[in-house]
């Protein structure tokens, strides 16, 4: 799979203000060195030229790839509505592929009327829950975060964790929310020290413990009776749309 795209995140503006490349990680990344590498996907919510959420998701996205893990962020920029004759387009085939590469994803969201934006119900939206015999969600680790314009709100994480059960995902206790995102990002589209920022390193710390730990017991946890018996009538999992039929 091709990465270049994917590290745009590690272009800085000024690399002098690289908190992340100082954090007190150490025993971390040694034990992550010690296992696979981990693919991490993130989605942020936001077409915005200047977008929080996407500012907030580079910086999982760093922390991330600082800890040792294979991290892409996907672009939304470009990805057609959801709707019944846009599969085979390359940013719905590209997000798609990226899910089934992932073993963890990062969810970011800014809260607008109080919910979750199109921007970013519609990624989910087009990362269907199975496709053929692959379910693209099933099992991966999900860490969630949003950023809001005003006070401090918990909706968009409180609809992210309803999402991510709905994937059938091991969403992570842990999660960020950002109050007045505009006022935490400095010129440099870095976030400022804060105990807000704390709490983004302890999200990312606690999804890639989680990730790593799971890993390993994947096909074990997600084993289910209901698809065993699909498999033996059918011979493979069925698609959504072959059992709407």
Aim: aromatic share 8%.
């Amino acid at each position: 799979m091709q990465t270049q795209s994917y590290k745009i995140f590690q272009t800085l503006k000024n690399p002098a203000c690289d908190w992340v490349s100082k954090l007190n990680l150490t025993s971390l990344k040694q034990y992550g060195q010690s296992h696979p590498r981990v693919h991490v996907l993130v989605l942020y919510g936001s077409l915005r030229e200047r977008s929080f959420s996407r500012l907030l998701a580079y910086e999982f996205a760093r922390i991330l790839d600082h800890l040792g893990a294979d991290v892409r962020v996907f672009d939304p920029t470009g990805l057609p509505m959801k709707d019944g004759v846009s599969e085979n387009h390359p940013k719905v085939q590209e997000l798609r592929s990226l899910s089934q590469w992932s073993q963890a994803h990062v969810w970011v969201s800014p809260e607008q009327h109080g919910q979750v934006t199109a921007v970013f119900k519609n990624q989910i939206d087009w990362i269907p829950l199975s496709l053929g015999s692959v379910r693209p969600t099933q099992g991966k680790t999900l860490a969630i975060a949003q950023v809001c314009g005003g006070s401090q709100s918990f909706n968009s994480v409180n609809t992210l964790r309803i999402l991510g059960r709905w994937m059938r995902m091991f969403t992570i206790p842990n999660q960020s929310s950002v109050p007045k995102a505009w006022t935490e990002f400095d010129a440099d589209d870095r976030m400022k020290p804060s105990d807000l920022r704390q709490r983004v390193v302890d999200v990312a710390e606690e999804l890639f413990k989680f990730t790593i730990l799971l890993r390993p017991q994947m096909e074990f946890l997600t084993d289910r009776h209901s698809e065993r018996e699909e498999k033996l009538e059918n011979g493979r999992l069925l698609s959504q749309a072959e059992k709407v039929q």
